[in-house]
């Protein structure tokens, strides 16, 4: 998306870590977005665009499209091995993911990515035979083409699953996160269909 004439861009950066499995368990990150927000003067932020990066700090490569176990690769077995992060940006913090999804309450946006093996086979005779790597962004404007009224700060959360990959795992990793939103007067009927939206399942 553009930037319009009265769009802001801001631009914020998150961690965290992978235990030993790889996994992280959801946590929330906040974008602070108090300079642009207050109820008392009726000023919020229509966001129009919100972009996600995931991010190695200790390495200059790109963020590795295989995100599971280098053995996979090598040594296969007869069970895939699948690698997953999910990132959403919402207003409300859930207390698990699974009770997160684009028609959940005050959810702007979701990232998901993925990769997958699988072998025909087990032992010796095992043959790595499938590769499968997928990557979605269910996106502001296609949710919210005209922006999503916001008049708190954004939190971001993030559930890693099985990152194996020798770069990702038992480490801290990062999610670049980029804004593009329009300064607005909150009017009544807006605060309105806010808690609306906030109640609708």
Known sequence: MAKGNRD?????????????GGDTTLVYGRVD????????K????AIKEIRFQLRDPSESA???????????????????????VRIVATTTA????????????????????????????????ALFDTFAFHETLYGTPDLHPEGYDVVTDLL????????????????????????????KKITTKDLTQMLTQAQDL
């Open 8 to 20: 802001v861009i801001l631009r914020d950066r998150l961690q965290f870590d992978t235990d030993a």
């Open 33 to 40: 977005l108090s300079d642009y927000v207050s109820i008392v």
């Open 42 to 45: 009726n000023e919020g932020l």
């Open 62 to 84: 790109a963020f590795p499209t295989w995100m599971g176990s280098e053995d996979a690769l090598t040594v296969p077995t007869s069970i895939a091995n699948e690698s997953s």
């Open 94 to 125: 859930y207390e698990l993911m699974e009770d997160v999804g684009i028609a959940s309450p005050n959810v702007i946006c979701m990232y998901e990515r993925q990769s997958v093996t699988h072998a025909s086979g087990t032992g010796a005779s």
């Open 156 to 183: 971001i959360g993030v559930v890693a699953n099985n990152l194996l990959n020798s770069r990702l795992v038992d480490t801290t990793l990062e999610i670049d996160v980029m804004i593009i939103a329009e300064p």
